[in-house]
């Protein structure tokens, strides 16, 4: 069973530009997250997503983030204007049906760097 | 809000012996579950271990076993027979109908 894909896995841009990431869930899994992971930090919950209705944005700045999952497949989180706190791992993870609650399969995650 | 401490950042244990990672929570709900990640250098998290609270006996997956104290919201992580591959960030996290919340994390060393 191939896992959760990320991509890029390593991106370096300087603050004030865009920049968005990529997720491909394991086929079948309805619930998608992205964390946020910022170093020496456990990840924080951004976003979850139950096919391509979200489920909890309470922790999204969304005056600069914004995430979409289009057709309950993949999904991509997207930050807009970038600045230097926004340094992190994202994590993307997903989760079977019946079992969100118990279960969640992480990606490689991407290492994001604002210069 | 519930709240997950880690008051550990880091631990270390010789190999084949045994260790504990320490892990408290914060919550007004009744049910919920709990769980250990492992997060090697690679950064692949990966699941440990869970536990339901409503189930009263204590999880335990091969070397890895859990303490879990409802009343006293504590959930701790014994690891048994330590092996080098053992050595990762652990994380501790909670899991309600809510959002999940994770611990700062423990490093944990094996030395040989």
């Known amino acids: 069973e191939a896992g959760v894909a990320q991509s890029p896995r390593y991106k370096i841009i300087e603050k004030r530009q865009s920049v968005a990431f990529w997720c491909n869930p394991i086929s079948g899994h309805a619930t998608l997250y992205w964390y946020q992971q910022i170093l020496g930090q456990g990840p924080k919950l951004l976003i979850q997503?139950?096919?391509?209705?979200?489920?909890?944005d309470s922790q999204l700045p969304k005056d600069r983030f914004s995430a979409e999952r289009l057709k309950g497949v993949d999904s991509t989180l997207k930050i807009q204007p970038a600045k230097l706190e926004d340094s992190a791992v994202y994590l993307c993870a997903s989760s079977p049906p019946l079992r969100s609650y118990n279960e969640q399969f992480f990606g490689p995650g991407t290492r994001l760097t604002v210069l | 809000a519930q709240t997950v401490t880690q008051s550990q950042p880091e631990m270390s244990v010789q190999e084949a012996e045994t260790v504990t990672l320490s892990c408290t929570y914060d919550t007004s709900e009744s049910d919920y579950y709990l769980f250990w990640y492992k997060q090697p250098p690679s950064r692949q998290m990966i699941l440990v271990i869970r536990?339901?609270?409503?189930?009263?006996q204590n999880a335990t997956e091969n070397r890895f076993s859990v303490n879990f104290q409802k009343a006293a919201k504590s959930f701790s992580l014994k690891i048994s027979d330590s092996q080098l591959g053992d050595a990762a960030m652990y994380f501790c996290?909670?899991?309600?109908?809510?959002?999940?919340?994770f611990g700062t994390g423990t490093r944990l060393q094996v030395t040989l």
């Open positions: 536990q339901e609270a409503y189930k009263q």
């Open positions: 997503f139950q096919n391509n209705g979200v489920v909890d």
């Open positions: 996290a909670y899991r309600s109908t809510g959002l999940v919340t």
